[in-house]
């Protein structure tokens, strides 16, 4: 029918995608899953705000064992974790606009570099954070083991450390999880301008992880 | 898209019905591993509200039985004579030679029954079978906005309930439903899985709550068919919408208490055990910031069935839609700062009078509530049917189980009754009275939707009367026998209370008969009902536009709302054939439907 | 009776039968350009950089200069930073800016809920003594613990303390600062016999110097954890070292001293400093006589050595110095 050379005549799966029967359009579907997403991150949030919560409660009890607390962690290995995490989050945000703008080999380069973030994150708090505290003794309630103590409520920081950085790490596991799904899916073709509500969701996801340690960062090393 | 214009002319809530016919979602696709096979991976919201209906009817049964071996226990104050023999002890291991052994169990059986029934059965009882099936259809959509997600809350559910329940076959658990630490984190320390099964159930069962709630809030803001103003959805779906707020916000903090619990239950890590620092208030107010709201999650989309079966079985307008709506989301905002009023012997002093004041806010939207039923009707032609029979019996009990909640929140009058039977007939009143009344009410006023056969009204009416005589027997003892002073969770009393326990226990049995006389009822409908029209009450609402039971995809066309859901008097029942039902004439003075009215009659 | 009896076609928009206006849809697909996003990237780096240097010159000011700041500067200027930091991810990185103002509004309901669950926890929590003095404060039974103790009422601290002067006192480090009392004779020896001797000498004595210190350091550690002790403690050590002619301990003292100084935290780096000799005590106990024999056995004098280690006593490193002598 026509003699213009076509770039080729399968389509990509984006472009092929079809939105659910019971939506009327793709965008309000899109719309939806991201609503629905909004509603599941509220949920996240509260549920850290559990450990918020807990941490200021105590904080305000026992302010000796939080400053004595606050000392014992290096602002630095926190530091380089939140610069890791913002890198990561910038780079989640920019595969998302090269989903968009049909980049996807930018878009993939950049998920892997979020990928590593994500392990440079959990290998900083496994190898500089929970391992060598945890082997000189510094470590939650009834397994406090640190002879250097001096305020009695110490275990109890250390307690709302782990808690609060451990259910945190979990989420950056799963975040991580998340990330590999869309990379894979990216590389099959799943995803393009049309199309790329999981690109955008696991997005929101990984920011939240982020957001989460914005305000770990300073409540666990700063301040004292 | 035909449907549309063709709904256009029909003037009023109509889908049309002249366009390709589907089967109904019961239809059986082949053989019955091929059936089985269909349901266990269906999206469909009606069979994910009819599992879900089935899962939490089992475990209501598994409930009551709990709850009748409580009762029988109490039959009698466990007695030491001179001797050392013990009498009046039902349940007790056969080599027993204390007291304590049979408390033990009584302990354990009073434990099972309140969490079964708070997170297996009240929370999801509502929202997740009636509102799973019939808030897609009553705001026209094809669908729940997550299908997929939908399903897997069901499993999630079945797995939460299977973990809990599981932690019977380890021996049960002791702590109450309320888990309150340290007592929870260091009870049964031989074999710490009891209560970490139990917590871990509990846990899961939140994140079922927690998908199901996000799923209806993104259904009814995305999905309401064309022309349905926020104010043209029924009041179920307000209802179910709030409960669904209070769902997703409250949900993740018993997340991470329960998380917290099993922390504290394994690694002992002080959070909630004074003895390494922690605070046990600390984990009352957790446990309360989630479960005060959720117990509006319990009452809220009961309260939507009795006001959608109300208007429907009074055939009257409801009395101030907006009110009504509005109390819903004020019930929704005002159960996050009222969570104190569990702790008034715990909290300070100043925390208690500030939530104290706080919680009689809750009475005004509930009061904007009942007066507005009752305002409904007035003058209306009511049709004495066992749906309106329950709606009835509702308004009786959950005006007691209201003003009973009045003493409690009080503060001087709580810390007589405080941890008393008063407290636990206060809420049986409004979480059985209120929430399973209105369910039983949602069920039968459904019933011919979901499964399309019709039930013996009158043998459901027999029974509910008997369910509300067993329900007054068991509980309204209760209020006397807490007011008198009898502590909640003791497996003995003093003799004088005997002539209370004796007559509290005489009504758990009626309760028995009259929900079996419902079971068989609902059985010998499935099994040689009569087929169901698709309006048999003539509502207004879409639901009662699609066939009964609803097809595959619920209406042949996307319908279209022109009228609000209870403008009985402006419009004809869509699908409504007076033989099938006629409808009462209004009491005097009564404005009568537009069906009735000759003028008017189409 | 608010409810309007019928919907007239006017509010049914035929030219919008989806309600996508009354739903309150909006276009869904944003897109935000990565000059934006560099940019809140760039931004948030400096916060985080920002954040961190108000923390650290906060301990600045009460070290060097001795002003006691308010304790809410610290708390309202992280937290503030944070904030800001976290509307930045949310307006730019989440699209909040851009998106369906539902999402916004969804947020802060949520932020409000996690307001009110802090707000009233904490009015109960912070107001227990306002009528009855004795429900404020440590309560053990029921109450808030006044001690975190282990099972045999032993607060944990000090049950974690008196673990460690008991690992402190165990015959495995004894025996660590026995093979150094060795190795010192022999690197003595060892300086006497030309240049490699004395290279390894040196590297020998500071190895010696280093276990006695970290014991020293040990000894005194739970006096050396009090703030403001640790920074003075350590120059008096190095100054008594140098009195004493040890120039190498004194210089390791001195050092320590100045690295604690440096960070400003009396604290912070008095634990840190701790914890890291703590870990490297641990090496030398475990491996560090090996490596001390391992450099013996390379001197000019091996058979010295051997006599030397292995006459003082018969260690793994002794061992490994033997074997190291057949190579």
């Given at each position: 029918m026509s003699t213009i050379p076509t770039q080729s005549p399968i389509k990509a799966l984006w472009q092929r995608y079809v939105h659910a029967g019971h939506f009327r359009t793709a965008a309000e579907e899109f719309d939806a899953c991201k609503f629905g997403f909004w509603l599941f991150l509220s949920t996240e949030v509260l549920l850290f705000g559990g450990i918020f919560c807990a941490y200021f409660?105590?904080?305000?009890?026992?302010?000796?064992?939080?400053?004595?607390?606050?000392?014992?962690?290096?602002?630095?290995?926190?530091?380089?974790?939140?610069?890791?995490?913002?890198?990561?989050?910038?780079?989640?945000?920019?595969?998302?606009?090269?989903?968009?703008?049909?980049?996807?080999?930018?878009?993939?380069?950049?998920?892997?570099?979020?990928?590593?973030?994500?392990?440079?994150?959990?290998y900083i708090k496994l190898a500089f954070e929970y391992i060598p505290k945890w082997s000189v003794g510094k470590r939650p309630g009834s397994m406090f083991d640190y002879p250097f103590a001096n305020d009695p409520h110490?275990?109890?920081?250390?307690?709302?450390?782990?808690?609060?950085?451990?259910?945190?790490?979990?989420?950056?596991?799963?975040?991580?999880?998340?990330?590999?799904?869309?990379?894979?899916?990216?590389?099959?073709?799943?995803?393009?301008?049309?199309?790329?509500?999981?690109?955008?969701?696991?997005?929101?996801?990984?920011?939240?992880?982020?957001?989460?340690?914005?305000?770990?960062?300073?409540?666990?090393?700063?301040?004292? | 898209m035909a449907g549309h214009t063709q709904a256009a002319h029909a003037g009023h809530a109509h889908g049309g019905g002249h366009g390709e016919h589907h089967g109904s979602y019961l239809e059986r696709k082949g053989g019955l591993i091929h059936t089985i096979w269909d349901w266990a991976t269906t999206v469909d919201h009606k069979k994910i509200g009819v599992m879900y209906l089935f899962a939490i009817l089992f475990m209501f049964f598994l409930g009551g039985v709990a709850a009748l071996a409580v009762r029988f226990e109490l039959l009698e104050p466990v007695r030491v004579a001179a001797d050392g023999t013990i009498s009046g002890q039902f349940f007790k291991p056969a080599d027993a030679s204390s007291i304590s052994a049979g408390n033990n169990i009584y302990n354990r059986l009073f434990t099972l029954h309140g969490a079964i029934m708070v997170f297996m059965?009240?929370?999801?009882?509502?929202?997740?079978?009636?509102?799973n099936f019939f808030l897609p259809l009553m705001i026209g959509a094809k669908d729940v906005a997550f299908p997929r997600l939908n399903l897997l809350s069901w499993y999630v559910y079945v797995a939460g309930s299977i973990f809990a329940v599981s932690s019977i076959i380890l021996g049960g658990v002791d702590t109450g439903w309320t888990f309150y630490a340290p007592y929870s984190t260091?009870?049964?320390?031989?074999?710490?899985?009891?209560?970490?099964?139990?917590?871990?159930?509990?846990?899961?069962?939140?994140?079922?709550?927690?998908?199901?709630?996000?799923?209806?809030?993104?259904?009814?803001?995305?999905?309401?068919?064309?022309?349905?103003?926020?104010?043209?959805?029924?009041?179920?779906?307000w209802a179910v919408y709030s409960s669904a707020i209070i769902q997703v916000l409250a949900t993740p903090v018993i997340g991470i208490t329960l998380l917290l619990l099993t922390f504290e239950r394994i690694f002992r890590i002080g959070i909630f055990d004074p003895a390494l620092g922690g605070d046990p208030v600390l984990y009352q107010h957790f446990f309360w910031f989630y479960s005060h709201p959720v117990v509006y999650v319990m009452i809220l989309p009961g309260m939507g069935i009795i006001s959608d079966v109300l208007a429907v079985q009074a055939h009257k307008k409801i009395f101030g839609y907006r009110a009504i709506a509005f109390a819903s989301l004020g019930i929704a905002a005002v159960s996050f700062i009222v969570w104190g009023h569990h702790m008034f012997t715990s909290m300070s002093e100043l925390a208690s009078t500030v939530f104290s004041a706080l919680t009689f806010l809750v009475a005004i939207p509930t009061a904007v509530k009942m007066f507005n039923w009752i305002g409904t009707l007035y003058k209306s032609s009511i049709a004495l049917n066992a749906p309106m029979v329950y709606t009835l019996i509702f308004l009786f009990l959950f005006a007691i189980g209201g003003l009973t909640g009045l003493p409690l929140g009080t503060l001087s009058t709580d810390l007589h009754l405080h941890d008393s039977?008063?407290?636990?007939?206060?809420?049986?009143?409004?979480?059985?009275?209120?929430?399973?009344m209105a369910l039983m009410a949602g069920i039968h006023h459904w019933w011919p939707k979901m499964f399309g056969k019709m039930y013996n009204d009158k043998v459901a009416i027999i029974a509910a009367l008997i369910v509300f005589a067993g329900f007054n027997l068991t509980f309204m003892t209760q209020f006397l026998l807490g007011a008198q002073g009898m502590p909640r969770r003791y497996a003995s009393y003093v003799d004088e209370f005997q002539t209370l326990h004796r007559w509290s226990t005489y009504g758990s049995w009626?309760?028995?008969v009259g929900f079996l006389i419902h079971l068989f009822n609902f059985l010998a409908s499935l099994a040689v009902g009569k087929k169901a029209p698709a309006n048999p009450w003539g509502g207004l609402t879409l639901e009662w536009v699609a066939d009964s039971p609803p097809s595959e995809h619920n209406f042949d066309h996307e319908p279209i709302v022109r009228n609000g859901p209870y403008d009985f008097d402006t419009v004809v029942p869509p699908h409504w054939d007076p033989k099938d039902y006629p409808i009462p004439a209004p009491a005097a003075g009564g404005r009568p439907m537009i069906a009735h009215s000759p003028d008017k009659q189409q | 009776m608010s409810h309007a009896p019928a919907h007239t076609p006017e509010v049914f928009d035929e030219t919008d039968p989806h309600g996508q206006h009354l739903h309150g849809q909006h276009e869904s697909h944003v897109i935000v350009g990565p000059f934006t996003l560099r940019t809140v990237l760039i931004v948030l780096l400096m916060l985080t950089a920002l954040t961190v240097g108000f923390a650290q010159a906060e301990i600045a000011i009460q070290n060097w200069l001795g002003i006691e700041l308010p304790w809410w500067i610290n708390v309202v200027g992280a937290m503030s930073i944070a904030v800001v930091k976290s509307l930045l991810v949310m307006a730019f990185f989440m699209q909040l800016k851009y998106d369906n103002p539902i999402n916004t509004v969804l947020m802060l309901f949520c932020f409000f809920a996690l307001g009110l669950f802090l707000m009233f926890?904490?009015?109960?929590?912070?107001?227990?003594?306002?009528?009855?003095?004795?429900?404020?404060?440590?309560?053990?039974?029921?109450?808030?613990?006044?001690?975190?103790?282990?099972?045999?009422?032993?607060?944990?601290?000090?049950?974690?303390?008196?673990?460690?002067k008991q690992k402190i006192g165990n015959p495995e480090i004894k025996e660590a600062l026995l093979v150094a009392d060795a190795v010192e004779e022999f690197a003595e020896e060892a300086a006497k016999k030309g240049e490699a001797g004395e290279q390894a000498a040196k590297a020998l004595e500071e190895h010696v110097m280093h276990l006695r210190d970290l014991h020293t350091i040990m000894v005194h550690a739970p006096a050396l954890g009090q703030q403001g002790r640790s920074v003075k403690e350590l120059e008096a050590m190095a100054a008594a070292y140098r009195g004493k002619g040890k120039a190498a301990a004194a210089d390791i003292l001195a050092e320590s001293a100045k690295a604690l100084g440096a960070m400003k935290m009396a604290e912070r780096g008095a634990s840190y400093s701790i914890e890291q000799e703590f870990k490297k005590l641990g090496e030398a106990a475990h491996g560090g006589h090996h490596a001390a024999a391992h450099t013996a056995s390379n001197t000019a004098d091996k058979s010295r050595a051997r006599t030397g280690v292995s006459g003082a006593l018969d260690t793994e490193g002794a061992a490994a110095a033997t074997k190291h002598e057949g190579h």
């Amino acid at each position: 029918m026509s003699t213009i050379p076509t770039q080729s005549p399968i389509k990509a799966l984006w472009q092929r995608y079809v939105h659910a029967g019971h939506f009327r359009t793709a965008a309000e579907e899109f719309d939806a899953c991201k609503f629905g997403f909004w509603l599941f991150l509220s949920t996240e949030v509260l549920l850290f705000g559990g450990i918020f919560c807990a941490y200021f409660i105590f904080r305000t009890l026992y302010p000796g064992a939080w400053r004595e607390g606050s000392h014992l962690l290096d602002w630095r290995f926190g530091g380089m974790n939140t610069a890791i995490l913002l890198i990561s989050s910038y780079t989640m945000a920019a595969s998302i606009y090269c989903v968009q703008k049909a980049q996807f080999t930018r878009a993939k380069i950049n998920l892997i570099i979020t990928l590593l973030c994500g392990a440079a994150f959990i290998y900083i708090k496994l190898a500089f954070e929970y391992i060598p505290k945890w082997s000189v003794g510094k470590r939650p309630g009834s397994m406090f083991d640190y002879p250097f103590a001096n305020d009695p409520h110490l275990p109890l920081w250390w307690s709302v450390y782990y808690c609060g950085t451990s259910i945190h790490a979990a989420h950056v596991i799963i975040g991580m999880i998340l990330i590999a799904r869309v990379l894979y899916r990216t590389h099959k073709g799943c995803y393009g301008p049309t199309h790329y509500t999981m690109v955008e969701v696991t997005g929101l996801y990984w920011h939240l992880v982020d957001l989460i340690w914005i305000f770990l960062f300073p409540l666990l090393y700063l301040i004292h | 898209m035909a449907g549309h214009t063709q709904a256009a002319h029909a003037g009023h809530a109509h889908g049309g019905g002249h366009g390709e016919h589907h089967g109904s979602y019961l239809e059986r696709k082949g053989g019955l591993i091929h059936t089985i096979w269909d349901w266990a991976t269906t999206v469909d919201h009606k069979k994910i509200g009819v599992m879900y209906l089935f899962a939490i009817l089992f475990m209501f049964f598994l409930g009551g039985v709990a709850a009748l071996a409580v009762r029988f226990e109490l039959l009698e104050p466990v007695r030491v004579a001179a001797d050392g023999t013990i009498s009046g002890q039902f349940f007790k291991p056969a080599d027993a030679s204390s007291i304590s052994a049979g408390n033990n169990i009584y302990n354990r059986l009073f434990t099972l029954h309140g969490a079964i029934m708070v997170f297996m059965v009240i929370v999801p009882s509502v929202p997740a079978s009636l509102g799973n099936f019939f808030l897609p259809l009553m705001i026209g959509a094809k669908d729940v906005a997550f299908p997929r997600l939908n399903l897997l809350s069901w499993y999630v559910y079945v797995a939460g309930s299977i973990f809990a329940v599981s932690s019977i076959i380890l021996g049960g658990v002791d702590t109450g439903w309320t888990f309150y630490a340290p007592y929870s984190t260091t009870t049964d320390s031989e074999m710490n899985s009891k209560v970490v099964f139990m917590v871990m159930g509990a846990f899961i069962l939140g994140f079922s709550s927690i998908l199901t709630g996000l799923n209806f809030i993104v259904t009814v803001h995305k999905l309401r068919a064309p022309g349905m103003g926020w104010f043209d959805m029924p009041l179920f779906i307000w209802a179910v919408y709030s409960s669904a707020i209070i769902q997703v916000l409250a949900t993740p903090v018993i997340g991470i208490t329960l998380l917290l619990l099993t922390f504290e239950r394994i690694f002992r890590i002080g959070i909630f055990d004074p003895a390494l620092g922690g605070d046990p208030v600390l984990y009352q107010h957790f446990f309360w910031f989630y479960s005060h709201p959720v117990v509006y999650v319990m009452i809220l989309p009961g309260m939507g069935i009795i006001s959608d079966v109300l208007a429907v079985q009074a055939h009257k307008k409801i009395f101030g839609y907006r009110a009504i709506a509005f109390a819903s989301l004020g019930i929704a905002a005002v159960s996050f700062i009222v969570w104190g009023h569990h702790m008034f012997t715990s909290m300070s002093e100043l925390a208690s009078t500030v939530f104290s004041a706080l919680t009689f806010l809750v009475a005004i939207p509930t009061a904007v509530k009942m007066f507005n039923w009752i305002g409904t009707l007035y003058k209306s032609s009511i049709a004495l049917n066992a749906p309106m029979v329950y709606t009835l019996i509702f308004l009786f009990l959950f005006a007691i189980g209201g003003l009973t909640g009045l003493p409690l929140g009080t503060l001087s009058t709580d810390l007589h009754l405080h941890d008393s039977y008063f407290v636990v007939a206060h809420f049986h009143y409004v979480m059985m009275g209120g929430t399973i009344m209105a369910l039983m009410a949602g069920i039968h006023h459904w019933w011919p939707k979901m499964f399309g056969k019709m039930y013996n009204d009158k043998v459901a009416i027999i029974a509910a009367l008997i369910v509300f005589a067993g329900f007054n027997l068991t509980f309204m003892t209760q209020f006397l026998l807490g007011a008198q002073g009898m502590p909640r969770r003791y497996a003995s009393y003093v003799d004088e209370f005997q002539t209370l326990h004796r007559w509290s226990t005489y009504g758990s049995w009626l309760l028995l008969v009259g929900f079996l006389i419902h079971l068989f009822n609902f059985l010998a409908s499935l099994a040689v009902g009569k087929k169901a029209p698709a309006n048999p009450w003539g509502g207004l609402t879409l639901e009662w536009v699609a066939d009964s039971p609803p097809s595959e995809h619920n209406f042949d066309h996307e319908p279209i709302v022109r009228n609000g859901p209870y403008d009985f008097d402006t419009v004809v029942p869509p699908h409504w054939d007076p033989k099938d039902y006629p409808i009462p004439a209004p009491a005097a003075g009564g404005r009568p439907m537009i069906a009735h009215s000759p003028d008017k009659q189409q | 009776m608010s409810h309007a009896p019928a919907h007239t076609p006017e509010v049914f928009d035929e030219t919008d039968p989806h309600g996508q206006h009354l739903h309150g849809q909006h276009e869904s697909h944003v897109i935000v350009g990565p000059f934006t996003l560099r940019t809140v990237l760039i931004v948030l780096l400096m916060l985080t950089a920002l954040t961190v240097g108000f923390a650290q010159a906060e301990i600045a000011i009460q070290n060097w200069l001795g002003i006691e700041l308010p304790w809410w500067i610290n708390v309202v200027g992280a937290m503030s930073i944070a904030v800001v930091k976290s509307l930045l991810v949310m307006a730019f990185f989440m699209q909040l800016k851009y998106d369906n103002p539902i999402n916004t509004v969804l947020m802060l309901f949520c932020f409000f809920a996690l307001g009110l669950f802090l707000m009233f926890s904490g009015l109960d929590l912070f107001s227990r003594g306002l009528v009855y003095d004795f429900k404020a404060g440590p309560v053990i039974a029921g109450g808030t613990g006044s001690k975190v103790v282990t099972a045999d009422g032993k607060p944990m601290v000090v049950a974690a303390a008196d673990r460690f002067k008991q690992k402190i006192g165990n015959p495995e480090i004894k025996e660590a600062l026995l093979v150094a009392d060795a190795v010192e004779e022999f690197a003595e020896e060892a300086a006497k016999k030309g240049e490699a001797g004395e290279q390894a000498a040196k590297a020998l004595e500071e190895h010696v110097m280093h276990l006695r210190d970290l014991h020293t350091i040990m000894v005194h550690a739970p006096a050396l954890g009090q703030q403001g002790r640790s920074v003075k403690e350590l120059e008096a050590m190095a100054a008594a070292y140098r009195g004493k002619g040890k120039a190498a301990a004194a210089d390791i003292l001195a050092e320590s001293a100045k690295a604690l100084g440096a960070m400003k935290m009396a604290e912070r780096g008095a634990s840190y400093s701790i914890e890291q000799e703590f870990k490297k005590l641990g090496e030398a106990a475990h491996g560090g006589h090996h490596a001390a024999a391992h450099t013996a056995s390379n001197t000019a004098d091996k058979s010295r050595a051997r006599t030397g280690v292995s006459g003082a006593l018969d260690t793994e490193g002794a061992a490994a110095a033997t074997k190291h002598e057949g190579h």
